[in-house]
Structures are given as structure tokens and as C-alpha cells.
């Protein structure tokens, strides 16, 4: 791939981006999520040459939200091998992350495991494989970011859990069709704590570079995944990681990565780059309305998207 002067493009990006900054508003349906400085922007891209540049609110944390996603499909992946996809589907849903009507008409089959149905039918799996699955999540992502200071955010934990109907509503739903095997409670308890890992860009970048690197093995706290498994998991990323705007998140930024609705994205370039953006005001689909513009330009200024 052609060299470019990464420092001068981020910071065009952070400059143009800046026409975005009051664009959208920030997930309050999560009371605790509202509290965040919704003016805050980070980015941080780690190269595969080990090179980070990074500028703005970079180390600053935030709730990963459905980021986290990513990293109970792979643990679940691991250990279940194929099979996984007897519980849960691989197609883009073409509807609200935390839509019910589907599930209805799909007998229970969440269409992927990126809507909130089927991260919850992922966390079911999780619970019944693993002896301390919140302990085990934990070290897999600080083995990922090398680093051992991540934690859970309790608070916003807690938030999730008193507000939290409509997960709720899935996990019964999922469980009226057996496709949740223990305790809804237990499901919804590890489900709002895997969504409430608390992050900076930088982390975020890190975690995600054995994706995008795709070397093997890919081993982190006993979680390992077969070169095949992390392209289908990056598949999964580029098809459905972006809500009902996955599509358009291909067509504009071209690249496979994961939103949540703490304005968090993390996008990456097969072998090249990952590059983590953070800003909290989320558009109508629920994907950080400036964090997707910084992305858009990234890849436009730097020419460097899969496509
Ligand atoms: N905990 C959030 C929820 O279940 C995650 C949503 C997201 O980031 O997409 O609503």
C-alpha cells in the first residue's frame, strides 16, 4: 500500500470533523450514558508496524457498549466451533439494533450477533461454557489491549440494569423459543456488564489489531481462534457491525468494524491499520455522528480502504 503522511491526514480529519461536532445527540435511554461531555472527540490508528498516531480525547475512557460484541462472539466462537451458528445467524437485519418484531417472525433466531438478540443469546452461551464468564471476559480483552487496568463501569452497569426493559423483553422472547438456556436475570446481568467495559481509543485500537493483523495463532487468556474464524468474525463486522447502517458505513468508510452507542467506533484495514474514534453524539442509527464523518475522511484522504 502507497505511503502516506499519517500524522497530516489525522489532522485534517480532526479539523474537518469538527463541522460535525454538534451533529446528533447523545444515547440518554442508558440514564448514566447522558452524563458524558458530548463534546469530547478522540481517535487513535495503530499501524502494522507498530506505529501509533493519535490526537484529541484519545485516553480518555468510555462505555464500549455494543463494541463489546465483538468479544464475547469471538470467546463463544471459540468454544463452540461451528455450532454457534445453530443459535444465531449471520445476515444483516435491516432493522434497530434492539428490535423484537424479527425475532418474533424468526422463531428465535436472532438474525446476527451484533443486534442486542443475538449478543444476548451469545452471553446465554458464554454462561453456560465458561466458570466465571465476567472474570474470563476481562482478562480476554486486557490480553487483547495488553493492558490490565481495563475494568467493567458498574455505575453504567447498574444504570443499564434499572432501565433496561427492553433487553428484558428480548431475553424472555428468546427464551419462550429455548434458545436461552439459563436464567434470564443471569443472561441480563452479564450482558449489561460486558456492555459497560470502559475503554480509551487507544485500548480500543490495540484490541482490535490481531483482527486486523489476522496472523496466527490468535491466542489471548485461552481464547483461540483459527485464521478462518477471525475472517468470518471480521465478515460478520463488515456486514452488521453498524446497525441498519452497516451498509452505508460500507459505502462511505469501506472498512469492517463495530459501533456502540457510547459513540465509540472501531474500524480496521485487513494486514494494514486499526483506527478507534470516539464521539458521543450518535446520529439517528445510533452510531457516533462525528466519529463516522473522521472515519469517512480517514479513508478518503488516505485512499486507503478495503475497496
Ligand atoms: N447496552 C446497549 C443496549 O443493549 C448496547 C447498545 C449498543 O451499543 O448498540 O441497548
Redesign the pocket.
Known amino acids: 500500500m502507497k505511503k502516506v503522511d499519517y500524522s497530516a491526514i489525522l489532522q485534517q480529519v480532526y479539523d474537518q470533523s469538527k463541522a460535525f461536532a454538534d451533529e446528533g445527540k447523545v444515547?440518554d435511554?442508558?440514564p448514566e450514558l447522558s452524563t458524558v461531555n458530548s463534546s469530547k472527540f478522540g481517535i487513535y490508528l495503530h499501524t502494522k508496524d507498530q506505529t501509533n498516531y493519535e490526537l484529541g480525547d484519545r485516553l480518555e475512557s468510555f462505555?464500549?457498549?455494543?463494541?463489546?460484541?465483538v468479544f464475547t462472539l469471538s470467546m463463544a466462537f471459540s468454544h463452540l466451533k461451528e455450532n454457534i451458528w445453530e443459535r444465531v445467524g449471520v445476515e444483516p437485519s435491516g432493522t434497530p439494533?434492539?428490535s423484537i418484531v424479527q425475532l418474533e417472525y424468526e422463531n428465535g433466531i436472532p438474525r446476527n450477533p451484533?443486534i442486542?438478540a443475538g449478543?444476548l443469546v451469545i452471553a446465554d452461551i458464554l454462561l453456560s461454557h465458561l466458570k466465571n464468564p465476567k472474570e474470563e471476559l476481562l482478562q480476554f480483552v486486557r490480553a487483547l489491549a495488553q493492558d490490565e487496568s481495563i475494568q467493567f463501569d458498574t455505575k453504567i452497569a447498574q444504570s443499564?440494569k434499572e432501565s433496561?426493559y427492553?433487553?428484558a423483553s428480548l431475553v424472555h422472547m428468546l427464551k419462550a423459543y429455548g434458545n436461552i438456556k439459563n436464567p434470564c436475570e443471569d443472561v441480563l446481568d452479564f450482558?449489561?456488564n460486558q456492555?459497560?467495559l470502559s475503554m480509551n481509543c487507544k485500548q480500543l485500537a490495540l484490541s482490535f489489531s490481531p483482527y486486523a493483523s489476522l496472523i496466527e495463532p490468535f491466542d489471548f487468556a485461552g481464547i483461540v481462534l483459527s485464521k478462518s474464524q477471525v475472517k468470518r468474525i471480521n465478515a460478520i463486522m463488515l456486514s452488521c457491525g453498524f446497525?441498519d447502517e452497516s451498509g452505508d458505513f460500507a459505502f462511505r468508510v469501506g472498512l469492517p468494524g463495530k459501533?456502540?452507542?457510547?459513540g465509540g467506533i472501531i474500524a480496521f484495514h485487513p494486514h494494514e491499520y486499526s483506527i478507534a474514534v470516539w464521539s458521543p453524539r450518535l446520529n439517528k442509527k445510533?452510531n457516533s455522528a462525528r466519529g463516522m464523518k473522521a472515519l469517512e475522511l480517514f479513508t478518503t484522504l488516505s485512499g486507503q480502504s478495503i475497496f
Open positions: 444515547a435511554y442508558i462505555s464500549i457498549q455494543s463494541i463489546s460484541k439494533f434492539n451484533f442486542n449478543a443499564e433496561g427492553h433487553n450482558y449489561y456492555c459497560s446497525y459501533s456502540g452507542v457510547g445510533g
